[in-house]
């Protein structure tokens, strides 16, 4: 294979980008006939550039011959940092350019003292699954993507409204007593962004979304938070929701509501994890 450089990702690489992460998502789904997580070109070319022009999110393209042939993305916004999308063309997988994206921005989260780096892995893919773990990261949790009409349900005694900036605190606390830190930067946009909402209980806000969709997060005292804040969505976004898997019951109600199970994905984390104490949904980051 000819020499492969890395270097900082710059707006103008958004396009070839958002076409490489179309064609490898797309070609991996094909190949074990699933539905791909990008749905088309349009849409990767779409996010690709928030992603490269979010100023604590580090985007890193790799470059053969002077033509880009991958990319990688390390989310920088809390204590515990975030990997990917992390894509490679198609025609040059398998021969280590995937391993050097991922070695990068390993290096990076450590020059910045990260206590922890964290990834979802879709599970069908054997390369990811077989990098990362060779790389050090661990399997933590088995996830299931869920996808299906809103459900329009609600809990009683749950009420479920926009978050604004006020509700940062609570928010965060309830993250901390789950996973042990906040996830105050991603939280932030979101509530900027106007797709963050809390619920609320007897005792207070008692549980948020970042989104309910591929890329929000989730937290909750109890799984009737859960329910409350998944009962609310108006639609499911990008590939669906993540439910842990392991959390049987709320697993069930969502098959209960008619639910679709799309895929099976692992969360793999390196340097610090809690086992968390309390309910919780994990974004397509971690
Ligand atoms: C996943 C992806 C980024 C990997 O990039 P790549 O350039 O093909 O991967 P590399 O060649 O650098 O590394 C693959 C490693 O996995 C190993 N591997 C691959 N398939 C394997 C298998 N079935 N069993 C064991 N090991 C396997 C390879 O031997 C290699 O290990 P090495 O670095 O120790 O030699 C790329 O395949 C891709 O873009 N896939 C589609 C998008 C995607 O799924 N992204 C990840 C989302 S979780």
New binding site residues.
Partial sequence: MNSVSLRPARQEDAPVCGDICFR??N??AQRHNFPSDVTSAESAIEFIPELIGHPDIYAVVAEQDGRVV?SNFLDERNLILGI?????D?D???????????EHVLDRAQEQCAVGVR????AF????L??YS?LGFQLREPLSAMQGNPLDVTIPGYQVRAATMEDLESCNDLCHRVHGHDRCGELRDAVTDHTARVVESREGVTGYATNLSYDGHVIGRTNDDLKALIGSADAFGGTGILIPTRNTELFRWCLDHKLQVVQQMSLMTMGLYNEPQGVWMPSVSY
């Fill in positions: 490898a998502f070609t991996l991958g990917g999308p992390i894509t490679v198609p040059v997988q398998a021969s280590s350019v995937g391993r050097l994206l991922m990834l979802c892995q879709v893919n054997n390369s990811s077989s990098l060779k």
